[in-house]
């Protein structure tokens, strides 16, 4: 009888340890998760953040090439009445 208890004390150890070490593993595991999924949160907001410049910088765009087209006709009305000067 106190050899298998001896077995059975041997063998719940053994359990006991395996379990303690796939908690620590788990532990280590649900942190990589975590800090993954902070990675993906700032690789979202980046990502707006960039596209929000982006569309600003397209409305920019627009907006000067609006002022240039003016620009551009201003000149050759200038440029129209000049010759017509002349």
């Given at each position: 009888?106190?050899?298998?208890?001896?077995?059975?004390?041997?063998?719940?150890s053994?359990?006991?340890?395996e379990r303690?070490?796939?908690?620590a593993?788990?532990?280590?595991c649900?942190?990589?998760?975590?800090?993954?999924d902070?990675l993906?949160?700032?690789?979202d907001?980046?990502k707006?953040?960039?596209?929000?410049?982006?569309?600003?910088?397209?409305?920019?765009?627009?907006?000067l090439d609006?002022?240039?087209?003016g620009?551009?006709?201003?000149?050759d009305?200038?440029?129209?009445?000049?010759?017509?000067l002349?």
């Open positions: 009888m106190s050899r298998e208890n001896q077995m059975l004390n041997a063998e719940l053994n359990i006991v340890n303690d070490k796939f908690l593993e788990l532990s280590e649900e942190k990589q998760v975590h800090y993954l902070e993906c949160r700032v690789k907001q980046e707006e953040q960039l596209m929000n410049s982006y569309r600003k910088l397209i409305g920019e765009h627009e907006r609006v002022i240039l087209k620009s551009s006709d201003e000149t009305n200038l440029r129209l009445v000049i010759s017509r002349i």
